[in-house]
């Protein structure tokens, strides 16, 4: 049996004749009505998505909306606002600064809520610390949210050993959270720059996109290399 509240041609001509009953109106929920706002906006706006335009464009066509669409309206175009807030305050770096021994206090220990601050302590003349220059370089770009900074060890650090270059401390709200120090630690004149978004992001300080090391952990490889080297013993005392 057709269903008589369907909304079809046929039933339509049979509740002219009053041969059915008017059909039922539903009561509209706030997720209706903030749907029938959006498709009326989205009319106004020639299609295009509300989380799509910028202020200005919600402004223009604010003078077009009745009462109730804009107490919507309005709820929205706030928590855009607050969205858009949001962002540019979490992409507010993007690019690795230069500090010196009196920015220290202010740049790193009260770097604020929430802010995840990577410095690097380098000298120039040091290949290794040239490239982890032009690899964090790359990081604070792709990771606006994370302050990255650079120091020269003699200005930040006085009469810091040259052997524990680079170094990179990574801090979390006034807190040391990991050192990397020396050529070891980044594993020489190899190191890659997913290697390194690897290591920061075990730390905290980056969200990567890496599912798993670009690379063996040290001790993986220290593992294999002893085994092999069991391996190659057993098979030279069999030779005998």
């Known amino acids: 049996m057709q269903d008589p509240n369907a909304d079809t041609e046929w039933n339509d001509v049979l509740r002219a004749k009053g041969i059915l009953p008017p059909k039922e109106e539903k009561e509209l929920t706030e997720d209706d009505i903030v749907a029938m706002v959006e498709n009326t906006i989205e009319n106004k706006a020639k299609g295009k998505d509300m989380s799509d335009m910028g202020l200005d464009e919600l402004n223009d066509i604010e003078d077009d909306i009745d009462e109730e669409e804009e107490r919507i309206f309005e709820e929205y175009r706030r928590q855009r606002m607050a969205e858009m807030r949001e962002a540019q305050q979490k992409n507010k770096f993007g690019e690795v600064r230069e500090i010196s021994k009196s920015d220290w206090v202010t740049e790193v220990n009260k770097a604020g809520d929430g802010i995840w601050v990577v410095i690097h302590v380098y000298k120039p003349s040091i290949p290794l610390c040239k490239l982890v220059n032009q ?106």
């Not at 949210?145 to 810091?160: D, E």
């Not at 997913?194 to 090391?213: F, H, I, K, R, Y």
């Open 135 to 240: 690899h964090i370089s790359n990081l604070a770009q792709k990771f606006p949210s994370t302050k990255f900074l650079r120091s020269v060890s003699s200005v930040c650090i006085p009469n810091y050993p040259d052997k524990n270059l680079p170094t990179i401390f990574v801090y979390h709200e006034n807190v040391m959270k990991k050192q990397f120090v020396g050529p070891l630690a980044f594993g020489g004149m190899n190191l890659k720059q997913n290697e390194l978004e690897w290591m920061l992001s075990q730390t905290g300080a980056v969200q990567t996109d890496l599912e798993e090391p670009p690379k063996p952990e040290v001790k993986d490889v220290m593992n294999i290399a002893i085994r092999e080297s069991a391996i190659n013993r057993d098979d030279s005392d069999d030779d005998y």
